[in-house]
């Protein structure tokens, strides 16, 4: 029976199907093509790309009694206790290094054009944890638990500033 079925299969439900150009339409534009540099920033994210592009790291704090946690990426509630009472806050820009890989193959730009590049995750001072990328360091002289510090590199057409970080040397 079910091959009968098959059989009087007019194909109708194949010309439903929406053509490619409307999937396409209901994707991102930046994903399609080459990965943005930056988001693009919004009324909210917009503190902490000026403040890059200032030099400084902004993270969020929540000020709910009882609570006080940071958080990173920048949420507009507390992911700890969920309070709207979440201020930012500048980073003091230390932070240890939790893991890392070095990527040698990336086709995507602007990755394509500086590789190899280590991407990593990093423990802020402050206590979140951030995926970043750590620059002016071999992949082969890492180590877990290396102090590492902010630094900012412009980043692109917009030359919006990106956070990465490099290994800490103190000066003395
Ligand atoms: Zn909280």
């Known amino acids: 029976m079910g091959r009968a079925g098959a059989e009087r299969d007019d194909g109708a439900h194949l010309a439903r ?9 209901l994707v991102p ?20 790309w000026d403040a890059a592009n200032q030099g400084r790291l902004l993270i969020r704090r929540c000020h709910a009694a009882g609570c006080g946690a940071a958080h990173h990426y920048p949420r ?10 979440v201020h930012w806050e500048r ?3 230390r932070a240890s290094l939790y893991t890392w890989s070095v990527v040698h193959m990336n ?11 280590t991407a990593a995750v990093v423990d802020l001072a402050e206590g979140p944890r951030m995926m970043t990328e750590v620059v002016g360091c071999p992949g082969f002289a ?7 510090y902010v630094h900012f590199r412009p980043g692109g057409a917009d030359g ?12 003395v």
Request: aromatic share 12%.
């Open 107 to 117: 086709d995507l730009s602007p990755f394509s054009g500086r590789l190899p590049y």
């Open 91 to 93: 980073a003091s820009g």
């Open 160 to 171: 919006t500033a990106v956070p990465v970080f490099r290994v800490f040397r103190p000066t």
């Open 76 to 85: 507009e509630f507390c992911p700890r206790c969920w309070s709207e009472d």
């Open 17 to 25: 199907r929406p053509p490619r150009h409307e999937l396409a339409d």
């Open 29 to 48: 534009r930046q994903s399609l093509g080459a990965l943005p540099v930056t988001r693009d920033a919004d009324a909210f994210t917009r503190p902490y």
């Open 142 to 148: 890492l180590r877990v638990g290396m102090d590492l």
